[in-house]
């Protein structure tokens, strides 16, 4: 069946660098994304999602930016933090009356001090 | 606080020992849904529940059960565990999803080991 993927399952970074998570999706009938953190030891953390009306959305040193032309989700996060390290799922949803979340698989990052 | 606790945290068993693990959420959510992890598959929806006595399967339910009789409470019960049903379970919750939002709320977690 069609599900999220991700581009890369690993990503390093320097502290005070951007990050960018990216998230590749097949059904185009998703129509709502949420970005998920999950620290080493706990469950997912809610950190922002957008609609399939909109293009762009920026929350606090967080931005996810849809291109729903090529299936393609990002999450962009400013001043990367050793905080920041953890694994990032994007996840959909497909249709309104379906109340699933489909998950990816799941972006390692990692941030040196 | 606001919070999705899970009983019990760690657990090892053995093959057909019938085992339960409670969820309970305090913040009246409707929904609420049970998921495994497992190393590079990712998050996979067990069960799910949009209101009491209301459940439904999700992409993989073999080898599981739910109920749901009261609003704050959705156990998962392993009837018959088999070494394969080893990991990492979450549960969540979320209120109301009228179309604007999805976001659910995820316990610490339950490791399961069956030998």
């Known amino acids: 069946g069609e599900s999220v993927g991700l581009h890369l399952p690993t990503l390093s970074v320097q502290e005070g660098d951007n990050s960018i998570i990216n998230c590749a999706y097949s059904?185009?009938?998703?129509?709502?994304f949420i970005w998920y953190k999950q620290e080493s030891g706990k469950g997912p953390q809610f950190i922002i999602d957008?609609?399939?009306?909109?293009d762009k959305r920026q929350g606090q040193r967080v931005t996810v930016l849809l291109n729903k032309t090529v299936k393609h989700l990002s999450l962009q996060i400013a001043a990367t933090q050793p905080g920041d390290s953890a694994v990032y799922f994007c996840?959909?949803?497909?249709?309104?009356?379906?109340?699933?979340?489909?998950f990816g698989k799941g972006t390692l990052l990692t941030v040196n001090p | 606080e606001a919070q999705v606790t899970q009983n019990p945290r760690y657990l090892i068993t053995v093959t057909g020992k019938k085992l339960t693990v409670t969820c309970s959420q305090n913040m009246n959510h409707e929904y609420m849904s049970w998921y495994r992890q497992d190393p590079g598959l990712g998050l996979r929806q067990i069960y799910y529940?949009?209101?009491?006595?209301?459940?439904d399967k999700g992409d993989v339910p073999e080898g599981y059960k739910v109920s749901r009789k009261e609003k704050r409470n959705f156990p998962l019960i392993l009837e018959s565990p088999s070494p394969n049903q080893t990991s990492l379970y979450f549960c969540a919750s979320s209120p109301r999803m009228t179309g604007s939002s999805y976001e659910q709320y995820f316990g610490p977690g339950t490791r399961l080991t069956v030998t």
């Open positions: 059904n185009s009938a998703s129509d709502y």
């Open positions: 957008i609609r399939s009306n909109m």
């Open positions: 996840a959909e949803n497909i249709g309104r009356s379906n109340y699933k979340l489909t």
């Open positions: 529940s949009m209101n009491v006595e209301v459940t």
